[in-house]
């Protein structure tokens, strides 16, 4: 009985084989098994043109000749206002890469990095309402240096263990955004947002995996430590590993260091000034104290770090955010000064989006200042005037596409007196562009005679009629003749046949009712063409024998 199951199980080589298509139907090719190897030769040490390839991508990756005046200018052009954070950040940046550069080239010289070379890794923290422009500081940055970037909300992870994200997986993204170059990957940029979130409750008795033990798990990453380059709960991903492994195929490196990512958080900190007030008027206490209220947008520049722990922050965790970054509130001026200058402006997307529609759209001052005023008491910083926006054009943009209307002033009263405005280009895109109209018209027949060899034309009276049907559905003159004329090329080649003609005039008549004129038109036709035969005949000495008409 032993013999028999042994003989029903397939052996080692064929259960690879069965693994290996299971795994290659799931996308991941084929995939090797621990136990089922094979012989193979493999060095530790690539080919001299390997290796020259890996230093060549080293040396691209510290070409960093910025200073900090190049990287605020570049956000500048992106970002309004914020003149300290920038100035923070620029610092920070090239602090901190000029600092990789310089360990690498002692790496190349030495072979390893030389004891004694001691530095605080300028992760940073920005402070700051929504909407004032922290992601854009950060994204751009690392788009002008050319490093890997990826962001991630601190809300979705958990500590290492429970349901939930794992903090490793942000420096596996930066190889993913590296496209598997984990040697570039390990200079990236990882941005969380909402990290005021981790925040943990001072009363808090039973551990909390989403606050403060995501905290804990991130110090690791934050300082220097690996990261295996492969998920060790991803099944998939071990497993091609592991096929390369045996194939004899160079995985590329197995972890990727943090040493030298940045790491840089942000969050509104909501309460954060609560906490500040607090500490302030407590050492105002006292007879002849002077008593000074600073106000809260103000408050988050006076933050110290006991703060940020009162808040609810590890000591540990705080302590590895050296560099402090606060954000100011936006207000009126700035969400002009944004609109205006801004390459990013809000108003650019709008005009595109109405120029798909062949309508010019042009935003005057008075309607800037109107729209930014209105973003002002949204207190969702830039983020405002998309919603200001969007209320504010949705009806024009709804109804104004497809009529007559090729231009739109959006100024003051298109924003305080909406209905009355909008009922004035209503009644405009009602109205007939006659020159459009013919445009399309002319159009319509130049294709009809590329495709049929049949000249037409239309008349001023039937090009007027097509203009209002158009502006009266919503459509071009060319849509409405297309369907109208659909069945034209049938009849006319019938009596082109018949008489000969090749040129044809289209007028109110053939727009009205197209079926009963090119009707009328081809019975005609045979008449005419029944009559000149008749008279032929006639003319030369013969009795004509009537013909009926063709079917």
């Known amino acids: 009985m032993s013999d028999k199951k042994d003989k029903d199980l397939p052996d080692p080589d064929e259960l690879q084989k069965m693994l290996q298509d299971m795994f290659g139907k799931l996308g991941g090719g084929a995939v090797p098994f621990p136990g089922f190897t094979q012989e193979q030769e493999s060095t530790d040490e690539g080919t001299p043109d390997e290796m020259s ?46 600092h990789a550069k310089f360990m690498r080239g002692l790496e190349q010289e030495h072979g390893k990095i030389p004891d004694g070379i001691e530095y605080q890794k300028q992760n940073v923290i920005v402070v700051g309402p929504t909407g004032v422009g922290k992601t854009y500081l950060v994204k751009h940055i690392a788009e002008l240096i050319g490093v890997p970037f990826v962001k991630a909300d601190a809300t979705k992870f958990s500590e ?6 794992d903090v490793d997986d942000l420096v596996r993204e930066l190889v993913q955004k590296a496209d598997g170059d984990v040697e570039l990957a390990e200079y990236g940029i990882v941005y969380i947002d909402e990290i005021d979130k981790l925040a943990g409750s001072n009363g808090n008795m039973g551990r909390d995996v989403s606050g403060r033990g995501v905290q804990t798990t991130l110090l690791k990453l934050m300082e220097e430590t690996e990261v295996a380059a492969k998920n060790p709960n991803d099944m998939k991903g071990q497993m091609m590993a592991m096929m390369d492994f045996q194939n004899g195929k160079d995985g590329g490196k197995d972890t ?9 958080v942000s969050g509104a900190f909501s309460g954060l000034e609560k906490v500040i007030k607090r500490r302030l008027r407590s050492g105002q206490i006292g007879f002849g104290a002077e008593v000074v209220d600073p106000k809260d947008s103000e408050l988050f520049s006076e933050a110290s770090t006991q703060d940020y722990i009162d808040f609810g922050f590890e000591a540990e965790f705080i302590g590895r955010l050296p560099v402090r970054v606060v954000c100011d509130k936006l207000e009126a001026k700035d969400f002009v000064n944004i609109m205006k200058n801004s390459e990013g402006s809000l108003l650019r997307q709008y005009e595109r989006e109405f120029a798909a529609y ?6 005057e001052d008075s309607a800037i200042e109107k729209i930014a005023e209105r973003a002002e008491t949204e207190n969702t910083g830039a983020r405002a005037l998309m919603t200001v926006c969007e209320s504010m054009l949705r009806d024009f943009k709804f109804e104004l596409p497809g009529t007559a209307v090729s231009e739109l002033s959006i100024d003051a009263d298109l924003i305080e007196k909406s209905s009355e405005v909008l ?3 209503r009644e405009l895109g009602q109205r007939v562009d006659v020159a459009k109209a013919r445009e399309e018209a002319d159009l319509y027949c130049r294709e009809f005679q590329e495709k049929q060899s049949i000249t037409i034309s239309l008349t001023d009276e039937a090009v007027s009629l097509l203009g209002k049907e158009a502006a009266a559905q919503g459509r071009s003159v060319l849509q409405i003749c297309q369907q109208r004329f659909k069945d034209l090329q049938f009849g006319l080649k019938l009596i082109q046949k018949n008489t000969g003609q090749g040129e044809f005039e289209l007028g109110e008549e053939a727009v009205e009712d197209a079926d009963k004129f090119l009707s009328d038109r081809v019975v005609q036709s045979y008449t005419d063409a029944a009559e000149a035969k008749q ?15 063709e079917e």
Request: net charge neutral.
């Open 358 to 363: 062949g309508i010019q759209a042009k935003f």
């Open 53 to 98: 390839a890996d230093i060549d991508t080293a040396d691209a990756i510290f070409d960093f000749n910025y200073k900090p005046r190049d990287i605020k200018a570049h956000l500048d052009r992106f970002v309004i206002r914020q003149d300290e954070a920038k100035k923070a950040l620029s610092i920070a940046v090239c602090d901190h890469y000029n």
């Open 423 to 425: 009922a004035k280009y």
């Open 160 to 165: 290492t263990g429970y349901v939930g994200g």
């Open 256 to 264: 990727i260091n943090t040493r030298h990512i940045l790491f840089i």
């Open 535 to 549: 008279a032929a005949q006639a003319g030369a000495g013969t009795n004509p024998t009537p013909e009926t008409p």
